[in-house]
C-alpha cells in the first residue's frame, strides 16, 4: 500500500513539473551573456513557446521530433520508482528495524538515530534505482526539439526518446553510463534522509 501511494506521488509530481525540467535544462545550455553574445533563450517562457512552437506538447513516442513531455515515459517510470521505493520501502522496513523498542531501554535519540540510518540508506536505494531513467531523461531532453542548438551550433537529434537514449547508451558506453554521476547524489540522498525522518515525525505526531 505504501509502495502504491509514493508511486501514485511520484506520477502525479511528474506530470506537472515535467516540463519545468525540460525548460531548466535547456536554459543551462543556452550559453551566452558577456563576450559570449546575447542568449538564444531570455526566458523560461520563451523556452517553453519555442519547444510548443517547434515540436508541439506531446510528439509521437520514438519520433526524432520531441514535444514538451519528450522524455516523459522514462520519467513517470523512475518518479514511480523512486517514490515507492522511498516512501513504501522506509514505511515496510521501519517495522522490523524498530520492533520491540516499545519494551526496550533504548533512549529517544537512538531510536532516532536508527530510523535516520534507515532513511538514508532507503533514500539512497531509491536515487539508485531510478537514476539509469533520469539519464536517459537528461539524454533526451538536451536533444528535445528537431534540432538542438548549443551556443550557436546546431546539430541533429540523436535519441528518440528518454528509452531509446537509455539503449543507445547502454550500448555505446556500457551498462555503467547510467549511473555516472551517481556518486554526487550521496549528498541529495543525506538530504532526502532528513526530510524522510522529519514526515515520519511529523506523521507520528498527527496520527
Do not use: C
Amino acid at each position: 500500500k505504501s509502495v502504491g501511494q509514493g508511486a501514485t506521488a511520484g506520477v502525479l509530481v511528474s506530470l506537472l513539473t515535467h516540463p519545468l525540467k525540460i525548460a531548466s535544462l535547456r536554459l543551462q545550455l543556452d550559453l551566452g551573456g558577456g563576450s559570449m553574445g546575447p542568449r538564444t533563450f531570455p526566458s523560461t517562457l520563451s523556452v517553453l513557446r519555442q519547444i510548443v512552437g517547434e515540436a508541439g506538447l506531446v510528439s509521437v513516442p520514438f519520433s526524432l521530433t520531441g514535444g514538451l513531455y519528450r522524455g516523459w515515459t522514462a520519467s513517470l517510470l523512475g518518479a514511480a520508482i523512486h517514490r515507492g521505493v522511498y516512501f513504501g520501502v522506509y514505511d515496510t522496513a521501519k517495522v522490523f528495524v524498530l520492533s520491540g523498542n516499545t519494551t526496550s531501554t533504548e533512549s529517544g535519540i537512538e531510536i532516532m538515530l536508527q530510523k535516520f540510518m534507515l532513511a538514508w540508506s532507503v533514500s539512497n536505494l531509491a536515487i539508485w534505482a531510478s537514476y539509469p531513467f533520469s539519464v536517459g531523461v537528461v539524454r533526451a531532453q538536451a536533444a528535445v526539439a528537431p534540432r538542438t542548438s548549443v551556443n550557436g551550433v546546431e546539430s541533429t537529434v540523436q535519441y528518440k526518446g528518454a528509452l531509446d537514449a537509455m539503449v543507445k547508451v547502454i550500448a555505446k558506453e556500457g551498462v555503467s553510463a547510467l549511473w555516472r554521476g551517481y556518486g554526487l547524489s550521496l549528498v541529495s540522498g543525506f538530504l532526502g534522509a532528513t526530510v524522510l525522518l522529519e514526515f515520519d515525525y511529523i506523521k507520528d505526531s498527527l496520527y
